[in-house]
Every structure is written in C-alpha cells, then in structure tokens.
C-alpha cells in the first residue's frame, strides 16, 4: 500500500469516526430534551397535585376521590356571603344631593356598589353613577332581555318598573349582594327616579 491511499483510508476512517462522534451527540441532545420534557411533565402533575390538596383541604373529601366542584363553588359562595352580612348603610338618597347622579352615588354608597346604571329595556341610560354606563346598558340590558346571566360575576342584574316602564338595573360590586336586598335597592332607585326624572 502507498502512502497515497494510506492517507485516503485514514480520511475516511477519521470521516467515519466523526460522523459516529456527530450522531453521539446528536443523540445524547435529543435524549436531553427528551429528559427535559419528562421534567417538565413531573413538575405540572405535582403542580396539580397539590392544588387538588388544596381544593380537597377546603371542601373535604379523601385523596383518591375527584374534588367536588359543586361543594367547592358552595364554599366560596358561603365565604362571599358570610363577608357581607353587614347592613345597608343609612344614607339620605334625595335631601341635599344636587342631582340624580349624586342620588345614584348615594345609592352605590349605602349598598357598597362599585357602580349602578339603570337602563331602558332596549338598552339606553337613564341614571347612573358613573363608569361605562352607556355600555353596560346596551350590553346588558339585552343579556337582561334574553334572560341570561351575565358574563361578568361582578356585575347583577333586577327588573325595575317606573311609570309603567321596564327598566333594567345593573350593579357592579365585588361584594356578594344578598337577594333580599333587592328589593329594598329597586324601591330606592325608584324613589331617586321619582325625584329626578
């Protein structure tokens, strides 16, 4: 053998032995990655885990039984209720209020509302405290209209009648507003209606 194609059969020993280096590697990253996402798939399983403890700690139940979604929303609708069992505040609606947005304010105020609008069934304001209220009365008035809930649960809506007329209320508060507030809220948004309109 010459030293001629000695050098061509070490070349091609060496490109050989490269391309099995190359593919070693090439391996050893896809078996990382492969690792990385078993990793990452572990550490999500025990996220959730242990948010389900969480979830079974505040409604109860044994480990291997799902977490009861209904008892779950019970809870935080009792925890919200149970945060205002306070009373209305005693507020004058009418008397010293120069307008009917101040009324409306007023309003907000004594029943601890972040806003109230009250509309027309098709979707106009007719007083309001603020805020976004030519939005809110023309989207919720037609959620009200189709007998939907709103999307937000921020937000409640009531039926109030003036003058023969059907006019929507709708509140924005953080608060958990019990039911038997209602009413006493819908005969003092009519009485500030009365007043002003």
Known sequence: MDDGTT???????????????????????LQMVRVRGLLE????????????????EIVGGTAQAPVDMFKLFK????SREVEWEKPPLEIELIRGRADIMES???????YYLDAFTISTDDGLVVASSG?????????????FSE??????????LFGIQHKGSSLVGILHTEHN????????MEHDAVEVLQQWL
Request: charged share 25%; glycine share 8%; aromatic share 4%.
């Open 41 to 56: 798939e572990v550490r999500v399983d025990n996220q959730e885990r242990q948010q389900a403890g969480l979830l079974r």
């Open 104 to 110: 409306m304010k007023a309003l907000c105020e004594k």
């Open 75 to 78: 809870h935080i609708q009792r």
């Open 131 to 143: 805020g976004d209220a030519a939005s809110d009365a023309a989207k919720y008035s037609y959620v």
């Open 177 to 184: 507003i019990p039911e038997t507030w209602v009413q006493d």
């Open 7 to 29: 050098l061509v059969v070490l070349g091609e020993i060496i490109v050989v032995l490269l391309t099995l280096i190359g593919v070693g590697i090439a391996a050893c990253v």
């Open 147 to 156: 007998g939907r809930l709103p999307d937000d649960p921020t937000v409640m």
